[in-house]
Nanobody, 124 residues
Framework: QVQLVESGGGLVQAGGSLSLSCAAS????????MAWFRQAPGKEREFVAG????????DYADSVKGRFTISRDNAKNTVYLQMNNLKPEDTAVYYC?????????????????WGQGTQVTVSS
């Protein structure tokens, strides 16, 4: 079992940057694919970025390609999301997720472990 704790959210002006971190408990972090999802008020939770267990493959939502970068450090049991050129429409609660399933990184049902979320607010 994995417990996930996100950090790094906050308030930033449009065009600014934030870096999110997700620390995972347990000794088998490297066995899990990891992802970031986000949920804005009144909207469904959506995929943002994902990374395979070795870090060899990443995937991004079209809306964040070229602006966000997902990475992981298996020695530190941590996955990161670097967010640049933030826009007001990026405002949401950002969730870290973990999965051992072989479903695609973008698949919501792939993930069976979730963090509590961290708020990101981008002002215009």
């Amino acid at each position: 079992q994995v417990q996930l704790v996100e950090s790094g959210g906050g308030l930033v002006q449009a065009g600014g940057s934030l870096s999110l971190s997700c620390a995972a408990s347990g000794r088998t972090f490297s066995h899990y694919d990891m992802a970031w999802f986000r949920q804005a008020p009144g909207k469904e939770r959506e995929f943002v970025a994902g990374i395979t267990r070795t870090g060899g493959t990443t995937d991004y939502a079209d809306s964040v390609k070229g602006r966000f970068t997902i990475s992981r450090d298996n020695a530190k049991n941590t996955v990161y999301l670097q967010m640049n050129n933030l826009k007001p429409e990026d405002t949401a609660v950002y969730y870290c997720a973990a999965a051992r399933s072989s479903l695609p990184l973008t698949s919501y049902i792939k993930y069976n472990y979730w963090g509590q979320g961290t708020q990101v607010t981008v002002s215009s």
